[in-house]
């Protein structure tokens, strides 16, 4: 039976370790041997996307180049999906033509009606609820620069969306604190809080919220499909913006991370991104090798 990755809850937090270990070895071959690894000759990866995308669509392609397979990109304009085509034939169909499939959408339950209909893995590469992927380049940033994460602080500034919900189910796999810190009306989902007991707290002081904390993250404040809303967003988040001051409150020690794209000048300073703080370029490029050892790890199981 196929093992899916549509959030972090969906593997062991044992499994979890084992993937961020596994990344840093494959960057480290990569980075000393060139892309000489490839364990998925002739395999193919099918890679559906619904939203836009720069990193996730080149990290996912060419993490199957470097292992020798071949990636497919298809769109809704592209397929039959975009005429009706039920989500359950869709998956039936590629399952009996590719190895695994990559889906970024909207829609977190029609990623849920894909997989249940998949007999290849699934993974997701983003919807309006989750975004494991982007987590696991986080929690490898984080723990390449700083070691063991468990019982250490990070901080989300910002709108309780799919990358929040994210961190909670990081929280909670890889046993760190979470303070969340966002606008009242702006609160992650209370289902999602709840199931991470007293790792989450939820604050909405951000000076109050990034003291003494190891890590701080943010995203845009308004997020795909949410443009329309961009003005009254802007406003309701006055005072949540991350800067090198708001940094300056937490340790001495704390890096800062963002999902990207950013917007300069509004959820980050204009000149954050160049803070020595910052990690965005390493967390950006852990795209790739987070990636490869999650394919390599739903194909072929633990290597080594």
């Known amino acids: 039976m196929a093992r899916h990755f549509l959030t972090l809850l969906d593997l062991s937090p044992d499994e979890l370790h084992y993937l961020i270990q596994r990344a840093i070895t494959i960057k480290s071959s990569l980075k000393a041997q060139g892309p000489r690894y490839t364990p998925l000759p002739n395999r193919t990866l099918?890679?559906?996307f619904e939203k836009?995308?720069?990193?996730?669509?080149?990290?996912?392609?060419?993490?199957?180049?470097?292992?020798?397979?071949?990636?497919?990109?298809?769109?809704p304009r592209d397929t039959q999906l975009g005429r009706g085509?039920?989500?359950?034939?869709?998956?039936?169909?590629?399952?009996?033509?590719?190895?695994?499939?990559?889906?970024?959408?909207?829609?977190h339950a029609g990623l849920e009606e894909y997989a249940a209909a998949s007999a290849a893995?699934?993974?997701?590469?983003?919807?309006?609820?989750?975004?494991?992927?982007?987590?696991?380049?986080?929690?490898?940033?984080?723990?390449?620069?700083?070691?063991?994460?468990?019982?250490?602080?990070?901080?989300?500034?910002g709108d309780g969306n799919n990358m929040c919900h994210s961190w909670i189910n990081a929280a909670r796999q890889f046993d760190f604190n979470l303070r969340v810190c966002c606008p009242e009306?702006?609160?992650?989902?209370?289902?999602?809080?709840?199931?991470?007991?007293?790792?989450?707290?939820?604050?909405?002081d951000p000076q109050k919220a990034v003291d003494n904390a190891d890590l701080v993250t943010t995203d845009v404040w308004a997020s795909m499909g949410q443009e329309e809303e961009q003005a009254r967003r802007e406003a309701d988040f006055a005072g949540f913006q991350v800067t090198e001051a708001l940094l300056d409150r937490a340790r001495e020690d704390a890096l800062f991370l963002h999902c990207l794209p950013a917007h300069r000048?509004?959820?980050?300073?204009?000149?954050?991104?160049?803070?020595?703080r910052a990690a965005v370029w390493q967390?950006?490029?852990?795209?790739?090798?987070?990636?490869?050892?999650?394919i390599e790890f739903l194909l072929l199981g633990r290597v080594g």
């Open 265 to 276: 000048g509004e959820e980050i300073s204009a000149t954050l991104l160049e803070d020595p």
């Open 185 to 204: 009306g702006y609160e992650p989902r209370a289902d999602i809080v709840a199931a991470a007991g007293n790792r989450v707290s939820i604050i909405h």
């Open 52 to 75: 836009s995308s720069t990193r996730t669509r080149v990290s996912f392609e060419t993490a199957m180049a470097h292992f020798g397979g071949h990636a497919l990109f298809l769109s």
């Open 121 to 157: 893995p699934v993974i997701n590469a983003l919807t309006d609820d989750y975004h494991p992927c982007q987590l696991l380049a986080d929690v490898m940033t984080w723990t390449e620069r700083r070691g063991r994460l468990q019982g250490r602080t990070a901080v989300w500034v």
């Open 283 to 294: 967390e950006a490029g852990n795209r790739l090798h987070a990636q490869k050892a999650l």
């Open 85 to 107: 085509e039920p989500i359950g034939d869709t998956a039936r169909v590629l399952a009996e033509m590719v190895d695994a499939v990559m889906i970024r959408t909207f829609s």
């Open 46 to 48: 099918a890679m559906i």
